[in-house]
């Protein structure tokens, strides 16, 4: 059963640090997104991704922020500067469709840490 | 503003049991409705979702949901819980004919006695 993969599944930085987290979608979805999960708190969506734009951000995503489709199958997280606050599990997921509710496939997660 | 609540943080049931998961929403309008599990260490799994018609959802690993509009309610439930079924379950919703954005409730943390 295809699944959408991330890499590493544990980071841990320093603050003030660049990181990258690599997700791998679904091979024929289109759309793409991640969202975090701080220790305790809801899961909060971050970004949606489509056809090498974004289609729609939350207010978290600022530009400390950056998304990816560097080749045709990975999909990437850029945190330019990180915080300690950015400390959180972090999700990939990927769409066939953009709208209308299409099922969301979520990846395992990578763990940040920031100290 | 639209948003999702779940009010059990914590809910503790014996292996058996019946199960129910309380979701309220809070749209303008009638949202697609999502329950997801994430077990430890997993990603999120989708169990059911409800886009409109039936107001009964069946999902995988014999849940179901129950949508009543009068009250902005998604509840799941599990006639007959398994231990292998505790996890923390999160009640989710994309506006209707919107981007698919989910929103998330808090989540509810299952634990199951034997």
């Known amino acids: 059963e295809p699944e959408v993969t991330q890499t590493p599944s544990h980071q841990v930085t320093q603050m003030g640090q660049e990181v990258i987290l690599r997700c791998v979608p679904i091979s024929n979805h289109l759309y793409f997104y991640w969202y975090r999960q701080i220790l305790g708190q809801k899961v909060e969506f971050l970004v949606s991704?489509?056809?090498?734009?974004?289609?729609?951000k939350s207010e978290i995503f600022d530009d400390q922020f950056s998304v990816e489709r560097p080749d045709g199958s990975n999909f990437t997280l850029k945190i330019r500067s990180t915080k300690l606050e950015d400390s959180a599990m972090y999700f990939c997921?990927?769409?066939?469709?953009?709208?209308?509710?299409?099922?969301?496939?979520f990846g395992p997660g990578t763990r940040l840490t920031v100290l | 503003a639209q948003s999702v609540t779940q009010p059990d943080i914590h809910i503790t049931v014996s292996e058996g049991a019946s199960l129910e998961l309380r979701c309220n929403y809070s749209?303008?309008?009638?949202?697609?409705l999502f329950w997801y599990v994430q077990s430890p260490g997993q990603g999120l799994q989708l169990l059911l979702k409800?886009?409109?018609?039936?107001?009964l959802v069946q999902g995988i690993k014999g849940f179901e949901a129950e949508f009543k509009r009068s009250q902005s309610s998604f509840n799941l439930r599990k006639p007959s819980v398994h231990w292998s079924d505790a996890a923390e379950y999160f009640c989710a919703a994309v506006p209707s004919g919107g981007y698919n954005k989910l929103i998330f409730g808090s989540g509810t943390r299952l634990a199951v006695h034997p």
């Open positions: 749209y303008g309008a009638t949202p697609y």
């Open positions: 991704f489509y056809n090498n734009e974004i289609s729609e």
């Open positions: 409800y886009f409109s018609g039936d107001t």
């Open positions: 997921a990927s769409s066939e469709a953009g709208r209308g509710g299409g099922e969301q496939f």
